[in-house]
């Protein structure tokens, strides 16, 4: 396929996706970025301190995760991901010590929590029937109106992952977008549910694979290249305002902006976007002595961390919808975490090992009902614009597997135009 050249802003996961799907079909693609380098919020760097490679937040994926599956399988890096054996989401609670692993079933049908084998220690059946209200959840539920009530799986089970998976409070939270992921995974079975991570880091698994499949396929990248305006009139971008040059655009050109929510607010000020974000506070402990034999994950309920990844001798710990947390020094939420990672790790008592606390205080847009509401479509009245990223109204949460989905939905939309045109 020939048509105009297709620049591609932002290369985020959204962005890469956008760029090797059509590089895949055989468009001409420039991919830019404003950092010096591509991944966005998923990416890895080697820490100093630490002397260690680590991620810039533990990512979570699940094995439905389709687009997930597919970007990595076309880039060459389907074996990247790692996991539990089984698709097992041990939890520990910091306040008693218990501790439970919730189990899909097999099937779609979850007969070991209807028969009671597979159910949450002290949960009734009667708590996991309320998944129905989910199901049926309205435009303005919250996850806590849909989900909470008398019992401990709410506290055990469905918070945590909540949370986790929407970086925002339950009480505010929209049902609405907790929905989809569960029917896509633990909806159908333990195949679909299998907790992923990746083994060596994000950037193996998702940048630097993607960043050679792209120069194979002869797209070009401009790091350090920051979008300051876009030249909108006649319906249509007419040229892109790098800080470095102006790019005039030719016709059949067409553009993907895959930015931040609040970069794209800043270059289409007429948008109405989704506005305010939370923050993802992650604490990453290299660990002295022995690794403790535990597994890759551990949820955490009663404390400040909510989950724990083991990677080789670094523990990493996750606190998401974590804006008041983020507001304080770092040497305190380092002491506090380690004392939580200790415990559910059964380490010995001893002083802080080499830590670093990174702080993303817009993680993710803020995934209420309202601002769900104001995710756009990736259509705009610019005749030659689309947009992607996981802010954009993908139906599904801020996540890797909706950013990719959006990035290949803003591709596809632009073949699709290229061979009507
Ligand atoms: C700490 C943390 C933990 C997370 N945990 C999980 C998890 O467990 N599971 C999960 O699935 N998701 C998780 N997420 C969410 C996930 O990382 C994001 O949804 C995803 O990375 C967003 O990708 P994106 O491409 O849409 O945006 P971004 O990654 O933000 O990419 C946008 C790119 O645009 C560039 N850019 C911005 N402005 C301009 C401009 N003017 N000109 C040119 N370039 C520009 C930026 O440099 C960036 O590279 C987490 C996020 C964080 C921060």
């Given at each position: 396929m020939?048509?105009g050249?297709?620049?591609?802003?932002g290369?985020g996961v959204?962005g890469l996706a956008a760029?090797?799907?059509?590089?895949?079909r055989?468009c001409?693609v420039?991919?830019h970025?404003?950092?010096?380098?591509?991944?966005g919020?998923?990416?890895?760097?080697?820490?100093v301190?630490l002397?260690?490679?680590?991620?810039?937040?533990?990512h979570?994926?699940?094995?439905g995760?389709?687009?997930?599956?597919d970007y990595l399988?076309t880039?060459g890096?389907a074996?990247s991901l790692?996991?539990?054996?089984?698709?097992?989401f041990?939890?520990r609670d910091?306040?008693t010590?218990?501790t439970?692993t919730?189990?899909?079933?097999a099937g779609?049908?979850?007969?070991?929590?209807l028969?009671?084998?597979?159910r949450?220690?002290?949960?009734r059946l009667?708590?996991?029937?309320r998944?129905?209200?989910l199901?049926?959840?309205?435009?303005?539920?919250?996850?806590?109106?849909c989900?909470?009530?008398p019992?401990?799986?709410f506290?055990?089970?469905?918070e945590?992952?909540?949370?986790?998976?929407?970086?925002t409070s339950?009480d505010?939270?929209s049902?609405?977008?907790?929905w989809?992921v569960?029917?896509?995974?633990?909806?159908r079975?333990?195949a679909?549910?299998?907790?992923?991570?990746?083994?060596?880091?994000l950037s193996e698994?998702?940048?630097?694979p993607?960043l050679?499949?792209l120069a194979g396929?002869?797209a070009?990248?401009?790091?350090?290249?920051r979008?300051?305006a876009?030249d909108?009139?006649?319906g249509?971008?007419r040229?892109?305002?790098?800080?470095?040059?102006?790019?005039?655009l030719?016709p059949g050109d067409?553009?993907?902006?895959a930015?931040?929510?609040?970069?794209?607010a800043d270059?289409?000020p007429d948008?109405n976007?989704?506005?305010g974000?939370h923050a993802i506070v992650?604490?990453?402990?290299?660990?002295t002595g022995?690794?403790p034999?535990?597994?890759?994950?551990?949820g955490?309920v009663?404390?400040?961390?909510q989950w724990v990844?083991?990677r080789g001798?670094?523990?990493?710990?996750t606190?998401s919808a974590?804006?008041d947390l983020?507001a304080?020094?770092?040497e305190?939420?380092?002491?506090r975490?380690?004392?939580?990672v200790?415990?559910?790790?059964?380490?010995?008592?001893?002083?802080l090992?080499?830590?670093?606390i990174?702080?993303?205080?817009?993680?993710t847009?803020?995934q209420?009902?309202?601002?769900?509401?104001?995710?756009?479509q990736p259509r705009?009245?610019?005749r030659?614009?689309v947009?992607?990223?996981?802010w954009?109204?993908?139906?599904l949460?801020?996540t890797?597997?909706?950013s990719?989905?959006?990035?290949f939905r803003?591709?596809d939309?632009?073949?699709?135009?290229?061979?009507?045109?």
């Amino acid at each position: 396929m020939a048509g105009g050249r297709i620049h591609v802003i932002g290369a985020g996961v959204a962005g890469l996706a956008a760029a090797l799907r059509l590089a895949e079909r055989g468009c001409n693609v420039t991919l830019h970025d404003s950092a010096g380098h591509a991944g966005g919020r998923c990416r890895s760097y080697f820490d100093v301190h630490l002397d260690r490679r680590i991620d810039n937040g533990n990512h979570l994926m699940l094995s439905g995760n389709w687009a997930i599956r597919d970007y990595l399988q076309t880039v060459g890096a389907a074996d990247s991901l790692t996991g539990p054996e089984d698709a097992s989401f041990p939890f520990r609670d910091l306040r008693t010590g218990e501790t439970w692993t919730v189990t899909p079933d097999a099937g779609r049908v979850p007969w070991s929590i209807l028969f009671g084998s597979g159910r949450v220690p002290g949960t009734r059946l009667s708590e996991y029937l309320r998944v129905r209200h989910l199901a049926a959840a309205g435009p303005d539920a919250t996850v806590a109106e849909c989900l909470a009530g008398p019992g401990a799986l709410f506290e055990k089970f469905w918070e945590p992952l909540a949370v986790g998976v929407l970086n925002t409070s339950v009480d505010t939270a929209s049902a609405r977008l907790l929905w989809p992921v569960v029917k896509e995974t633990f909806g159908r079975g333990r195949a679909a549910c299998k907790p992923l991570m990746a083994r060596a880091g994000l950037s193996e698994s998702f940048v630097d694979p993607a960043l050679t499949y792209l120069a194979g396929k002869g797209a070009t990248v401009r790091f350090n290249n920051r979008l300051r305006a876009l030249d909108l009139g006649d319906g249509q971008v007419r040229a892109l305002d790098f800080a470095g040059a102006t790019v005039v655009l030719e016709p059949g050109d067409q553009v993907v902006l895959a930015v931040p929510a609040w970069a794209a607010a800043d270059l289409l000020p007429d948008l109405n976007g989704p506005e305010g974000s939370h923050a993802i506070v992650n604490a990453h402990f290299r660990l002295t002595g022995p690794v403790p034999p535990a597994p890759p994950m551990v949820g955490l309920v009663g404390g400040t961390a909510q989950w724990v990844f083991l990677r080789g001798d670094v523990a990493s710990v996750t606190v998401s919808a974590a804006d008041d947390l983020a507001a304080e020094a770092n040497e305190t939420i380092a002491q506090r975490l380690w004392s939580e990672v200790r415990a559910a790790l059964g380490l010995a008592d001893g002083p802080l090992p080499l830590w670093r606390i990174v702080k993303e205080k817009r993680a993710t847009i803020s995934q209420t009902p309202a601002q769900d509401r104001r995710r756009p479509q990736p259509r705009t009245v610019w005749r030659n614009l689309v947009l992607a990223g996981d802010w954009t109204a993908t139906g599904l949460p801020a996540t890797i597997e909706g950013s990719i989905r959006s990035g290949f939905r803003a591709a596809d939309m632009v073949v699709t135009s290229v061979s009507s045109s």
